[in-house]
T-cell receptor
Framework: GESVGLHLPTLSVQEGDNSIINCAYS??????FIWYKQESGKGPQFIID?????DKRQGQRVTVLLNKTVKHLSLQIAATQPGDSAVYFCAEREANSKLTFGKGITLSVRP | GAVVSQHPSWVICKSGTSVKIECRSL??????MFWYRQFPKQSLMLMAT?????????EQGVEKDKFLINHASLTLSTLTVTSAHPEDSSFYIC??????????FGSGTRLTVV
C-alpha cells in the first residue's frame, strides 16, 4: 500500500546550526503535507504545512520544501535550539481523507 | 483556538477490564475525529475515523468490538478499550479536524494494562 517514509532515524546537530529533515512519500495523489513535532509523552504539535500547488513555504525559523517530481518533502530548521529536540513526523493526505504519518526521526541538539 | 483536550493522560488498569478515553474539542465543533495508537519508538497508526452521529470507520486490522468509538456530539468522541490485555498497552492519541480542514491533536493517553 501507499506509505510515507523517512530517510534517517536520527539526526544530531550542533546548537545554532541549521537542521534539515527529509521525508519521502509514495502517494502521488497526496495534495497536502504537514510536519509535526512530538515531544516525549505528548501529542504531535503542528509545525508547518504545504499544499501540492506550492514548492516552498516559510514560517518562523522553519521552511518546508516540496518536490513533487521525486516525491520528496523536507523541513529546514534555522539556528537549531535545544528546545527543537524532539521526534519529527511528516504526514500526507489525499483529497481530504486520512493523514498518513511517516516513521519519524529524532532530532538531537548538542549544546 | 482549535484546542483538543484528551483525558485521562495516563491510566493503569487490570487485564480484562475496560477503559474509556475522552477527546473533546474545546473551542470548535468537530464533525470528524481520529483515533491513533502509537507504540514506543514508532509512528502514529490510525485506528479509526469517528464521525458525529454515525458509526466509526475502522482501519484494516483494528477490532471494532474491542475498540468502541462513540461520537455522540460535535465536541466529544470517546474510545473504549474493552477487555484490555497487556498487548493493548500503548499511547492513544485523538485528533480533530478543524474548520479549515487542518488537524489538532490531543495530548495523548498512556494506557498500561497489568
Amino acid at each position: 500500500g501507499e506509505s510515507v517514509g523517512l530517510h534517517l532515524p536520527t539526526l544530531s546537530v550542533q546548537e545554532g546550526d541549521n537542521s534539515i529533515i527529509n521525508c519521502a512519500y509514495s502517494n502521488s495523489a497526496s495534495d497536502y503535507f504537514i510536519w509535526y513535532k512530538q515531544e516525549s509523552g505528548k501529542g504531535p504539535q503542528f509545525i508547518i504545512d504545504i499544499r501540492s500547488n506550492m514548492d516552498k513555504r516559510q514560517g518562523q525559523r522553519v521552511t518546508v520544501l516540496l518536490n513533487k517530481t521525486v516525491k520528496h518533502l523536507s523541513l529546514q530548521i534555522a539556528a537549531t535550539q535545544p528546545g527543537d529536540s524532539a521526534v519529527y513526523f511528516c504526514a500526507e493526505r489525499e483529497a481530504n481523507s486520512k493523514l498518513t504519518f511517516g516513521k519519524g526521526i529524532t532530532l538531537s541538539v548538542r549544546p | 483556538g482549535a484546542v483538543v483536550s484528551q483525558h485521562p493522560s495516563w491510566v493503569i488498569c487490570k487485564s480484562g477490564t475496560s477503559v474509556k478515553i475522552e477527546c473533546r474539542s474545546l473551542d470548535f465543533q468537530a464533525t470528524t475525529m481520529f483515533w491513533y495508537r502509537q507504540f514506543p519508538k514508532q509512528s502514529l497508526m490510525l485506528m479509526a475515523t469517528s464521525n458525529e452521529g454515525s458509526k466509526a470507520t475502522y482501519e484494516q486490522g483494528v477490532e471494532k468490538d474491542k475498540f468502541l468509538i462513540n461520537h455522540a456530539s460535535l465536541t466529544l468522541s470517546t474510545l473504549t478499550v474493552t477487555s484490555a490485555h497487556p498487548e493493548d498497552s500503548s499511547f492513544y492519541i485523538c485528533s480533530a479536524q478543524t474548520r479549515g480542514n487542518g488537524y489538532t491533536f490531543g495530548s495523548g493517553t498512556r494506557l498500561t494494562v497489568v
